[in-house]
């Protein structure tokens, strides 16, 4: 690994370094920024109305089927890594909320990819595989969802296999910066990624349609390179003009042709593409059934959404190998409020210097705690954080109550894991 002396910013799937600045992340990586469409979402969740889902690509589309009541799907993979904590808690909020909303909802635990990148044998990727299912059963995941395990799905193996003919090796370099000595699983897993996300669409799952996936902000390459490949496995694809759409054909001309035959649009037609003029979702949504007809997957580029990393109790980032600097959702209540007991606050140094000074909730891990899962109502937040600005209260106290409330938590879920496991049956878990 590089140093990084300055602190920079360093964000991709293997890596997430110095002090994330999100605004930055939001145009350098060319997302949209979650402000921009939170009135147009019904009911926004309380990590959207937060910022704290930040960043987004083509969520319009997921809006307008929320809307229009047409099909559409929330898509998100767990890698196996160690036991449940409140980060993958807060994904898994993310797609069960999307199944209230009235999406179909797939949730893939992504064992090839422990396998590679952990190291994890398959025995040991599906136990700990299991605790994630039980925990976003227990979270309360509604049974009509697709559950499965990436190496027991011939569906997601099979599209990762034709996707991966779209892809070489100096595109895996430049996006994922691998080397010569990459080995090939390691190459091939982001593809496997790929078909997690496109998989929803295929014609088992009832065909094209919107698909959000809920991710960190770190897995944005995968979304990049999937969106594009959505394109690159369909016979046509899309580029908007002004008036309508520009559609290629990357299979060759004798399917524009066919298309231009049978477009009810006006049109021009060039030797390589073909402008369409009109509404331009009418035109791509009647050019994806003619595809359909011709045998074609006729993909839609999945949308996505960005939420916040977890900072770490004890100050920097969280770690799998320091079980003090996260809360684990298997942790006994009685250790976990321990943890919070001893994290790093954005308190002054004497209680004095807090009663005038009050203290610094955007820098106090606790308080990030508050926000990310402990209060949804923003009122109560807000009192949580004027409180503390205001020096009305010290953090042993603040600390106190929030100890309290992840111990109620983790008392009722641990519950929860209990039933969950006695209702494995009623799922659909492909492992
Ligand atoms: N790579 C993701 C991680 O590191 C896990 C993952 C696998 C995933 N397949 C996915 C995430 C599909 C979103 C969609 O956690
Ligand atoms: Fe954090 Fe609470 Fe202390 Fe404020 S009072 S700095 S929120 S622990």
Redo the contacts with the bound molecule.
Sequence with gaps: MQKNENNDMIVTPWEVEGVIDYAKLIKEFGMQSISDILHDIPEPNWLMRRGIVFGHRDYQRIVNAMKNKTPWAVMSGFMPSGLPHFGHKMTMDEIIWHQQMGGKAFVGIADMESFVVRGFSWEKAKEIGMEYVKTIIALGLKEDAIIYFQSASTIVKDLAFELAAEVNFSELKAIYGFMPETNLAKMFVTSIQAADILHPQLKAFGGPKPVVVPVGADQDPHIRLTRDLASRASIFSFERLKEGVRIRSRKGIEYLQRLSGELDFDKIIYEEHIDVFGDPEEIEENTRKIELELGGKALIPPSSTYHRFISGLTGGKMSSSKPESFISLMDSPEDASSKIIK?V????VTAEE?REL????E?????EF?NFHLVKEDKELRE??S???EGR???????K??AEMISNFLKEHQEKMKEAESKLDLYNIVV
């Design positions: 994290a606050t954005g308190g002054r807090q009050g203290g610094e909730p820098k106090c891990a606790v308080f508050y949580i954080e409180e503390c600005k209260i010290l953090c042993g106290q603040c600390k109550r929030a």
